[in-house]
């Protein structure tokens, strides 16, 4: 037996993925894609790639993109951060500063960078994904469009059979070109027997290219359909000997032409600042130089700002100082409040939208003009009491907050824990003063009742799956940050969010271990419609059957099945006494948590008649 072709195809494959810059690749197991499995063993023993195997295609997904977003982690802890210094003129701009996903690109410390087209510094990592043939590639579709409208840089390679085997009937053969449809960026069908020759190369390095955004661009998932004809396995005697040619070309990065604050910002409106996920990092600094309030979500990197006004919920509900703002500064997705998305409706509210691509947010249609980039601004707003209204406002609603927090831990200590379970406000201002560390927080009541409660000082390393706002793949997408930062990851979740997702906990004999503590906030369903509409007492009888949808599995067996440590708590104070401990292995900490939708929409109210002076903590 001598080198075939398919043993050729795959090696210079996973040849030129590395030298693109591919740092991590996502495996799940086939016969089909087992080319690419040998050429990868063979890689990762050569120390060119780190290989995760995973059985399940669609938790593969959300590994590879907690594995790119991790990318984007600050490189310092997030407490540890201390305040900026407001300057007295503008900071310089520095050219090719702004990496192809609109973020500075910075390298960080010790981060050298890889050859090739993958390395975007602080943005996102350029991750891999690899799949047999068949429905294995339909189940990445929901990790895929997350990563789409995250802009996060996946390569997906998947196994195909060869043409004359397609549109034929043979086993585990589906249409996979343009399976993905608008979520993939680009796609390629290699055919079978495709030479391994600077061809190759120069194709894998414009899909790489492609997925961060590079010359200039939008980044995201990019798609190669790779066909491979039998045998599948290789010769051998020939195994690594494959050498590539010329590799491909090496793409350059452009960096959009900042804008000048002052042309396109109305210095005689009262503004302010709202960042959400995925927000340009400096969106802080524009804001402590206007001296102007920054509202900022619990992802959106700048909540360590000095500008940063806590609580927007209730700062913007009917009656509070939202209700002067004239106009604002728009940078990143906002997703988690109403008062939020009524802000930015708002006719009498001037929008400027900062965006790095052409889906900028503009949900109302409001938008007055949108910027590639925002020069800072020379100096303050004329109104110089503008922001200490905010801050008194907000200083206000923290006050509320930390008194329904001490009041709970009263009474806890007094009944000895509820057997009822605590409740969502006081497990959420517990996860927010955890320890510096990644914290991940799962979509739908979790991290809105992180939002409202959350208090200085703020965090800078807090991620959220915010592209598609779902629960889908949120332990995976824990498992991939941990690998991908190689930190611990506390990853914060429902009920409904962790049984959707338990089967990522598997872990294959000889993966690499992961630190992840994983918080189970545990209401018995989803609580999240319990606060809409649905909740109302009209709804009732349907409520429970339509909505809730309550589960009776055991989250200790769950964990226990799995391999994972787990504990249960029962008060706030041993909830904080958990989560101070370091994280080692897998964790699953179980809290039971009342549905009570009424604790967390007073703490969403407007100021008023508060003791203005108080300050939490």
Not at 3 to 19: I, K, M, T
Not at 413 to 420: H, L, W
Request: hydrophobic share 45%; with cysteine.
């Amino acid at each position: 037996m001598s080198a075939h072709p398919s043993q050729l195809l795959a090696e210079g494959l996973v040849q030129a993925l590395a030298a693109a810059g591919v740092r991590d690749v996502v495996y799940c197991p086939g016969s089909r894609s087992a080319p690419l499995a040998y050429a990868l063993a063979d890689a990762e023993r050569a120390g060119a790639l780190r290989v995760h195997v995973r059985l399940d295609e669609r938790g593969a997904a959300f590994v590879a993109v907690g594995l790119s977003r991790a990318g984007t982690l600050a490189a310092v802890p997030s407490h540890a951060v201390p305040p900026r210094p407001v300057p007295s003129a503008p900071a310089a701009e520095a050219p090719g500063a702004i990496a192809p996903a609109g973020r500075t690109a910075a390298v960080d410390e010790g981060d050298t960078p890889l050859p090739g087209v993958a390395h975007t510094g602080a943005g996102a990592r350029a991750v891999a994904v690899v799949t047999t043939s068949g429905g294995a590639v339909a189940e990445l579709h929901a990790g895929i469009a997350e990563a789409s409208h995250s802009d996060l840089p996946l390569v997906v390679v998947s196994a195909d059979r060869p043409f004359e085997l397609r549109g034929v009937g043979a086993s585990q053969t589906t249409t996979q070109p343009g399976i993905f449809g608008p979520h993939v960026r680009a796609g390629w069908d290699v055919p079978a027997g495709t030479p391994a020759d600077r061809r190759l190369g120069a194709l894998v390095t414009r899909a790489v290219a492609t997925a961060i955004g590079a010359p200039s661009g939008e980044p995201g998932p990019v798609h190669l359909n790779v066909g491979f004809r039998d045998p599948l396995v290789p010769d051998p005697q020939h195994r690594g000997a494959r050498v590539m040619g010329a590799p491909g070309p090496h793409v350059m990065s452009g960096a959009p032409t900042p804008v000048p604050w002052e042309d396109v910002v109305d210095p005689t409106l009262r503004t302010v600042v709202v960042a959400g996920d995925g927000a340009d990092p400096r969106a802080g600094d524009w804001a402590e130089i206007a001296g102007i309030p920054l509202l900022a979500e619990p992802t959106s990197g700048a909540t360590t700002s000095a500008a940063w006004v806590p609580h927007q919920q209730g700062l913007l509900a009917p009656g509070g100082p939202g209700d002067e703002v004239e106009q604002v500064v728009l940078t990143g997705r906002t997703t988690l409040s109403r008062p939020v998305s009524t802000l930015l409706a708002r006719e009498d509210v001037r929008v400027v939208v900062q965006a790095g691509n052409p889906r900028w947010a503009d949900p109302a249609g409001c938008a007055a003009v949108v910027v590639p980039a925002l020069v800072a601004p020379v100096g303050p707003h004329p109104d110089g009491g503008w922001r200490r209204r905010w801050v008194l406002a907000a200083a206000e609603i923290d006050h509320r907050v930390q008194e329904m927090v001490d009041g709970e831990d009263t009474e806890s200590d007094r009944r000895g824990g509820d057997p009822e379970g605590i409740t969502m406000a006081a497990a959420a201002a517990a996860v927010w003063d955890c320890p510096p560390g990644v914290l991940l927080l799962g979509a739908s009541t979790t991290v809105r009742a992180v939002d409202l409660v959350a208090g200085t000082p703020g965090r800078r390393d807090v991620v959220s799956n915010r592209g598609l706002a779902g629960i889908d793949g949120t332990v995976a997408t824990a498992l991939g940050l941990a690998w991908g930062a190689e930190r611990p990851v506390c990853a914060v979740m429902g009920d409904l969010t962790f049984f959707h997702d338990a089967s990522s906990l598997a872990m294959t004999e000889g993966e690499r271990p992961a630190d992840v503590r994983v918080v189970v906030l545990d209401d018995h369903g989803g609580s999240i419609f319990a606060g809409l509409e649905h909740g109302r007492p009209e709804y009732t009888e349907d409520f429970p059957h339509w909505f809730a949808t309550p589960q009776s599995v055991s989250v200790q067996a769950l964990a226990q099945a799995y391999g994972a440590a787990y504990r249960e708590v029962g008060s706030p104070g041993e909830l904080r006494g958990v989560l101070a401990g370091p994280v080692g292995g897998l964790e699953v900490v179980h809290v039971r948590v009342r549905r009570d939708p009424a604790a967390l929409a007073a703490l969403a109210q407007a100021p008023g008649g508060g003791d203005a002076g108080a300050q939490r903590r």
